[in-house]
């Protein structure tokens, strides 16, 4: 697909372009970033052109320098100057199909309507991605921490504040990309852009068309001439095999427990997934000398997949959660982790068989009482609620996802 600009193409909907890091994913998908600040449409048509580009992105956060920005682990340079960041929502459900988008986008209204509520964010804009879904885009009209004047110091705050978002509208049910709202370092598609999977245009909509169902507006999007049909309905994927005897159906939702304690700011659960185990007994001796070597009082296990998860519903600080998925080597786990602070975790759909592990000798724990709520629905707990030290309020941090 030739030629990524629609004839929507505008600056008008980037706050303060020059503030603004831009990046393209390339024909031969080779990621580059524009090296000189954009300002105007026509510069952007350049820089699109010269590197032949097949996706345009633009930085969710303005800065005082937006050209080579460090990475955040990053020592060498100086740190970067934020001097705003647009609070945005990214609203997918795959695979792309009429019904999907439309899924998505009553996803999105419903984001809509609670922000509504919210008179620190301000609305900027709706798009349709051009492909599985929607950006939603808020100015944060709160700028106190703005004014921070330790760079670092006012970025981390930032993300603390996005942190406190995110968690709220995830406890309220909302589905949405959980890490491009938080992440300070995110960029967005720039609507006026075509999408370099489906031809279709990314394109800002009227809250009047948003509200509409997609099947009254779809048609009206710009695409190019190959663009990828549209399916009215959700394709019928093929199976995939994960082991001998084991088959997950693409497009089955899960549903996931988050590892933040909701009402505290750094406590997380502990979790373990290990492989390749059929039955409850097998790991369990290892189960109950890691509760014994951690000093866990509870865990609930499950068989599901092939797999065994086990959930600690207790209470630990982030440091102590990083050290433990290290030690016991959750790499899948602790990568999330250090990746977005927290990590999903899935609880049980349809288990083998469940069970609690208990350590008698272990009373100096503090359980968190949102997982242990959301155990105490599925496996009988009842013993341990005159338990003495709670952390965290009663409602956890869940999710629905799609396996694509």
Known sequence: MA??????????VVDQPLRR???VRTDNNFWVTSENKIGTVVKLQRFIQR???????YSTSSWLDPTNLPRLREKTKHYPVMLDHDVVFDIDVAPFSLQNIERARKY??????IMKEKPTYRFH??????SKGFHLVYKDLARDIFSVPNPKEREERVREQRHILVDELISRGCVFDTKITSDTRRIIRMPGTFHGSTGWACTILSLDVFMQPTKTWIRTIEKQSDAAVLPRWKRNKKTKHLRKN????????????????SGTKQHHCLALIL?????????????KDIMVNEHLPLAVQWIEQGKKYVLFPVSKEKAHVKKFLHSYQQKSLLNQFERLEHFWFNLPQEPDSIDIVVNDNEVGSCFSRPHFEAMYKIVELKDFLNYDEWMGNEKPLLRIVVIE
Not at 246 to 261: A, C, D, F, K, W
Request: proline share 2%.
């Open 246 to 261: 084991v088959v997950v159906e693409e497009g089955h939702p899960l549903l996931q427990i988050n590892s933040r304690v």
């Open 51 to 57: 590197k032949r580009a097949k996706d345009v992105y």
């Open 108 to 113: 999105a209204v419903e984001i809509y309507h």
């Open 125 to 130: 804009y709706v798009a349709f991605s051009g």
């Open 21 to 23: 890091q831009f990046r």
């Open 3 to 12: 030629g990524c600009e629609a004839s929507s193409l505008s600056l008008d």
């Open 275 to 287: 492989n390749n185990m059929d039955t409850l007994e097998a790991g369990t001796g290892v189960v």
